[in-house]
């Protein structure tokens, strides 16, 4: 994967997430109960606390290590706990489905939008939502657009829309995603 991203504003994490498949997969993981860039700097605080993020290593720890890792302050998620066995469900099912290599869910047998939006819906911690959200940010800002990808991302994947973190790429970027959140919010109140 190569691109830049502007998800966190801390150019390590952004760099890290831009870099390695399996750290946008944990922060897309991660984002809820949490600001986006919280969410998304989980990994950065993972990959420091275990000398990188090896899939392999995360999927056979010992879970009580791992919840102690994820817990450690400050937190990777505010809940330490269930989190950190989310990702490493999610790293175990990458493991044994993928062989290992996160990449594989959008680029193994060339699949389109709609075969990768498949492919991450039968993540764990990973609903319709999470993952039509994250192939749009696949193919808004890192550069992969199977055939149909907007289509299969739905909303998400409209062209110069603000409904979420595959819309962030700057400051404004964000205000303008936390705005479209927050009207959401008050239109599904006011039903």
Not at 115 to 140: N, T
Not at 173 to 191: D, G, I, P, T, Y
């Amino acid at each position: 994967m190569a691109s830049t991203l502007n998800l966190v504003g801390d150019p390590d994490a952004d760099a890290l997430l831009a870099a390695d498949p399996l750290a946008l997969l944990i922060g897309m993981l991660l984002d809820q109960q949490v600001p986006m860039e919280t969410a998304f700097a989980g990994p950065k605080k993972l990959a420091d606390r275990l000398g990188g993020l090896d899939v392999q290593a995360i999927a056979e720890a010992d879970l009580d290590d791992f919840i102690a890792v994820c817990a450690q302050p400050p937190a990777v998620h505010r809940f330490p706990k269930s989190m950190a066995q989310r990702i490493q469900a999610l790293c175990a099912a990458i493991v044994d489905d993928y062989d290992g290599d996160a990449a594989a869910i959008w680029t193994s047998g060339e699949p389109d939008g709609k075969q990768v939006l498949g492919r991450l819906k039968a993540l764990p911690g990973y609903g319709d939502q999470k993952a039509r959200i994250f192939l749009a940010l696949l193919g808004k800002q890192m550069g992969v657009q199977p055939a149909g990808w907007r289509e299969a991302a739905g909303d998400y994947g409209q062209e110069d829309s603000r409904r979420s973190i595959a819309d962030v790429v700057d400051e404004k970027s964000l205000h303008e995603v936390r705005e479209f959140k927050k009207s959401m919010k008050a239109a599904a109140k006011n039903r």
